[in-house]
């Protein structure tokens, strides 16, 4: 019997990646995505949709979790890679500087990397990145480790806020530490391209 995309979710893909390292805390489901353009000299929403699951690192206790991956569910039915142009859209319109958007039927998924440009052919879920692995990658492209004293935000850029009875210290919101952390290019290569 074919499974619903939610059923897919629920029965398929949760246990799987559960089974890899992901724990609730990492996972953030039906993120509503989508720019605010200037139309007529008045804001719009750009309709970005809702993405199935966002994938994140804790990187410490103080700081907000880092987004790293992005994946699209579809039913059983349908081919794996049958949500990755969804979610490629979820990440052009997205605030997230994600590096990687999974698509998944939850039998298989197929992995697009947003530095390479380069989509995977399928594979079994059971195959499917442990945190530790994701981690090691984005760390990889990005050139420094999540745990360096340069890759935290609130050591740089702080500000001291005066109040009337102390003074305190603003960090910045996860959606700088995002933008913070956009994969650097080197010089003379252009943005990749999001279809």
């Known amino acids: 019997m074919a499974l619903s995309e939610a059923d897919t979710r629920a ?5 799987a990646i559960y089974a890899h390292g992901w724990s609730e805390d990492m996972i953030c489901r039906g993120t509503t995505l989508g720019a ?13 949709g809702r993405t199935d699951y966002t994938l994140r690192l804790r990187v410490s206790q103080e700081s907000q979790p880092v987004a790293v991956a992005l994946i699209e569910a579809k039913k059983d039915t349908l081919p794996p890679g049958h949500g990755l142009d969804q979610g490629k859209g979820y990440l052009a ?32 879920m059971s195959e499917f990145p442990s945190p530790a692995d ?3 990658r984005y760390e990889r492209i990005m050139g420094f480790s999540l745990d360096a004293q340069a890759a935290n935000p609130s050591s ?15 960090r910045p919101s996860a959606r ?10 080197p010089a003379g290569q252009p943005e990749p391209c999001f279809h």
């Open 134 to 136: 994701l981690r090691a």
């Open 176 to 185: 700088c530490w995002n933008a913070w952390l956009k994969p650097r290019r």
């Open 93 to 124: 319109a997205s605030r997230h500087n994600v590096l990687f958007v999974f698509s998944s039927n939850g039998y298989q998924f197929v992995e697009f990397d947003r530095t390479s440009g380069m989509t995977t052919m399928p594979r079994p």
């Open 36 to 48: 605010v353009e200037i139309v007529a000299g008045k804001p719009r929403r750009r309709a970005g």
């Open 11 to 15: 029965k398929l893909i949760d246990p």
């Open 156 to 170: 740089r850029g702080t500000r001291e806020v005066k109040g009337s009875a102390a003074t305190s210290r603003m």
